[in-house]
């Protein structure tokens, strides 16, 4: 079984490589070519997600302030997002032009509490955006649903992490994306679904509004050189990424299943050591396993001898994702969040942390590991 993972890897890479080589030897990469790769890449996601409307874009990041633009965000205007999550769920507000204004979370799937939104919208709120953290769906999502159409805000899912993942929704399983009015992609290196260099794409259901974000994610053009009807900027995700994602889109339900086994193993090994809070499958959502992510009091001791473990072994490393909540970054200083305001997000930056759940992580690698956890609590 650790030789055919070897070998998907192995497999998976000499895929890729023909992919690029095939853009550099048609020269699909020059504007000229209409960005086939992009296309086809664009439809395969759309027959995932679908069918909705999906843009390819440069990052995850463009894809939340495309998202943002789209709906008419601006200056003056405030955006709802999480006070746990990655620095761009927040920092697209800003770019887009708007304010953030940061609501607390719930532990149990570390994203925003519905409970705490309402409180926090008024005249100048816009729009809710919902992060799908470490793979695990947002469970109050139709809670946000009723709060954004009850308050006419659009719903923006953050689902950067989360491309893959399932939930039930008015008895009807949708994937994670195409819930809200926007979704959010990311491709970046760290995710089960990597471009080489960078990717993203913006899931979309209405398909003007779509065609407004394929002119803005290539300078606001409806014809180059004769029509700019928006003021756009250069987002669009290259040949090169969408050749090798199209390549890896053959895989990925390949590293979904194995990161659910070691996610399986992970919970079998380690589900007798007190102290621990472990990862939950819930029955309305079907996750992926981004991250496999526990909880703990005294977090930095286990993390520091887990990566004396792991110092030769890169892949082995473990890491803290977000020790710090959102609003308390220098950047939103000017905001006047102070330390007590996000009870919830402040545990959970202190606590939580990721195992190794990687493509390359073998089963051995995780009963090693969790060796290592039990013999640091015994």
């Known amino acids: ?88 769920t927040a920092s697209a507000v800003g770019l887009a032009g708007a304010t953030p204004v940061f609501v607390d979370v719930r532990e149990s799937d570390f994203a925003i509490d519905p409970a705490k939104i309402e409180e926090k919208i008024t005249k100048k709120t816009k729009a809710i955006v919902v992060a799908h953290l470490f793979g695990q769906p947002a469970l109050g999502m139709a809670d946000i649903l009723s709060l954004s159409q009850k308050h006419g805000l659009f719903a923006v899912e953050d689902a950067a992490q989360s491309f893959g993942a399932t939930l039930i929704i008015g008895g009807k399983e949708r994937p994670v994306g195409t819930i809200g009015d926007f979704g959010c992609l990311s491709f970046s290196s760290t995710k089960i679904l990597a471009a080489p260099g960078n990717g993203g794409a913006l899931v979309v259901k209405n398909p003007a509004v779509a065609e407004d974000a394929r002119m803005l994610r290539f300078y606001g053009t409806r014809r180059p ?90 892949r082995l490393m473990p890491s803290i994702n977000y020790p710090v909540p959102l609003p308390y970054f220098s950047v939103f200083q000017h905001l006047g969040y102070r330390k007590g305001d996000f009870p919830v997000a402040e545990k959970l930056s202190s606590e939580a942390f990721s195992l190794p759940i990687t493509n390359d992580v073998s089963q051995n690698d995780v009963i090693e590991i969790a060796r290592e956890i039990e013999e640091f609590f015994n």
């Open 225 to 314: 050189y004769y029509d700019y009807p928006l003021l756009g900027g250069n987002m669009i995700l290259h040949e090169v990424q969408a050749a090798a994602l199209l390549a890896k889109l053959d895989f990925f339900d390949h590293w979904l299943s194995h990161r659910k086994e070691n996610a399986a193993l992970y919970t079998s090994e380690l589900s007798g050591v007190t102290g621990i809070v472990l990862p939950h499958d819930y029955p309305e959502s079907k996750r992926v396993w981004y991250r496999y992510v526990i909880r703990l009091e005294h977090r930095d001791l286990l993390f520091e001898r887990l990566s004396r473990y792991a110092r030769s072994r890169s």
């Open 1 to 88: 079984m650790q030789w055919f993972k070897k070998s998907a890897l192995t497999l998976e890479n000499f895929t890729v490589k023909r992919a690029i080589a095939r853009v550099i030897d048609t020269e699909t990469y020059y504007p000229r070519s209409g960005n086939p790769s992009v296309r086809m890449f664009e439809r395969a996601l759309s027959a995932r997600l679908d069918n909705f409307s999906v843009v390819g874009l440069n990052s995850g990041t463009d894809a939340l302030i495309l998202a943002l633009r789209v709906s008419g965000v601006g200056f003056g205007d405030e955006v709802i997002v999480p006070a746990f999550s990655f620095i761009s």
